[in-house]
């Protein structure tokens, strides 16, 4: 079995800092894309930013410039800083990966629980 566990969300005023993250855990042989993806509500669900292995990063426009994406793949952990957050940030963020559990195998898209981030005065 593979879980994406996801922590950091809550509350946070606009133009503060928040820092999420999402760790995988479970047999695990290697995972590629790791992002996050966010859905507010009575919205689809959207991508926020993609991650590679090697480090190559993706953001929406909504978030360039604002939000970070990283990761540690010695402990199979990415993570996502949320600098000056608007109130229209406010959504359930969800991690997601790419995951082989073994050599040769097939690769899978996993999705976390999701966390709430709501951003207010």
């Known amino acids: 079995q593979v879980q994406l566990v996801e922590s950091g969300g809550g509350w946070v005023q606009p133009g503060g800092s928040l820092r999420l993250s999402c760790a995988a855990s479970?047999?695990?042989?290697?995972?590629?894309?790791m992002g996050w993806y966010r859905q507010a509500p009575g919205k689809e669900r959207e991508l926020v930013a993609t991650?590679?292995?090697?480090?190559?990063?993706n953001y929406a426009d909504s978030v360039k410039g604002r939000f970070t994406i990283s990761r540690d793949n010695a402990k199979n952990t990415v993570y996502l800083q949320m600098n000056s957050p608007k109130p229209e940030d406010t959504a359930v963020y969800y991690c997601?990966?790419?995951?082989?559990?073994?050599?040769?195998?097939?690769?899978?898209?996993?999705w976390g629980q999701g966390t709430q981030v709501t951003v207010s005065s």
């Open positions: 997601n990966a790419d995951i082989t559990r073994r050599y040769a195998g097939n690769e899978y898209n996993y």
């Open positions: 479970g047999t695990i042989f290697s995972i590629n894309v």
């Open positions: 991650i590679t292995k090697s480090g190559r990063s």
